[in-house]
């Protein structure tokens, strides 16, 4: 079953409260989406420690062919 955009900022807004969420489906088929992430805990992370907390914070929708969320293009970084 496809996911909104809504349930992926709300699952990411779990973990990330005070971060600035961008979501935006690129296929118009609910299986496709990017998101930007901006939030001050990612300072001083590298980009793939960055991107493995926002992908946990999806708790799994993106496991496998099974998964809820097909593709996901991610960029996450600190604000400015």
Wanted: charged share 30%; net charge negative; proline share 5%.
């Amino acid at each position: 079953m496809p996911m909104q955009a809504q349930e992926i900022e709300d699952l990411i807004r779990e973990t990330f409260p005070e971060a600035k969420i961008t979501i935006t489906d690129l296929a118009g088929d609910g299986n496709h989406y990017a998101a930007e992430v901006v939030d001050e805990s990612f300072r001083g992370k590298n980009r793939v420690q960055q991107q493995r907390a926002v992908y946990a914070a999806l708790k799994g929708k993106m496991d496998g062919p099974s998964g809820d969320l097909h593709a996901l293009a991610l960029t996450t970084k600190a604000p400015d």
